[in-house]
């Protein structure tokens, strides 16, 4: 007899669950849709809305450079003061598909995350590199260009305010 006044109980935590689960999942994807844009682009103004953005950080060389030919790192010193941070900022650019994406990621995010930075396992080719970037290098390095990459005629900016 017990066993059957247990089984309502059980279900009911399962379907709780799942609609927790469901609604976390709904919140994130529209929380990105709401902080990503997407929008058709040609190069010349692609190449404007990044040297918009490098322009503002000109006397400040970028954290990481990526190119065709390597990587460069501008890291600062661990003895340098840090900077409290609001947000990372995403440009991308394809031109194979004519499209610029931006995304903002409020900092307070990256501060969750324990360990390294990853920018993106194989696509980016940083993993190669052993490039490791913490939330720590970023408040030190403070507000600028984190990553400037461009292969090909793929292009990324990160940086930070």
Same mark, same amino acid.
């Given at each position: 007899?017990?066993?059957?006044?247990?089984?309502?109980?059980?279900?009911?935590?399962?379907?709780?669950?799942?609609?927790?689960?469901?609604?976390?999942?709904?919140?994130?994807?529209?929380?990105?849709?709401?902080?990503?844009?997407?929008? %058709?682009? !040609? +190069? /010349?103004?692609?190449?404007?809305?990044?040297?918009? =953005?490098?322009?503002?950080?000109? $006397?400040?060389?970028? &954290?990481?450079?990526?190119?065709?030919?390597?990587?460069?790192?501008?890291?600062? %010193?661990? !003895? +340098? /003061?840090?900077?409290?941070?609001?947000?990372?900022? =995403?440009?991308?650019?394809?031109? $194979?598909?004519?499209? &610029?994406?931006?995304?903002?990621?409020?900092?307070?995010?990256?501060?969750?995350?324990?360990?390294?930075?990853?920018?993106?396992?194989?696509?980016?080719?940083?993993?190669?590199?052993?490039?490791?970037?913490?939330?720590?290098?970023?408040?030190?390095?403070?507000?600028?260009?984190?990553?400037?990459?461009?292969?090909?005629?793929?292009?990324?900016?990160?940086?930070?305010?």
């Amino acid at each position: 007899m017990k066993a059957r006044r247990w089984a309502p109980i059980l279900f009911g935590v399962a379907v709780f669950v799942v609609f927790v689960i469901l609604g976390a999942a709904v919140f994130g994807v529209s929380w990105v849709w709401e902080h990503l844009d997407i929008t %058709p682009s !040609s +190069a /010349a103004g692609a190449d404007a809305a990044f040297d918009e =953005v490098r322009q503002r950080y000109r $006397d400040k060389a970028p &954290l990481l450079e990526l190119s065709d030919a390597g990587a460069r790192t501008n890291r600062p %010193p661990d !003895s +340098a /003061a840090r900077t409290t941070l609001n947000a990372l900022h =995403v440009l991308a650019f394809d031109a $194979d598909e004519g499209r &610029l994406a931006r995304f903002d990621l409020p900092f307070w995010i990256l501060r969750l995350k324990e360990g390294p930075i990853r920018f993106g396992t194989y696509a980016s080719g940083l993993d190669g590199l052993r490039i490791s970037l913490t939330v720590a290098d970023l408040e030190r390095y403070g507000p600028g260009i984190v990553v400037d990459a461009g292969r090909g005629d793929e292009r990324a900016l990160l940086w930070v305010d």
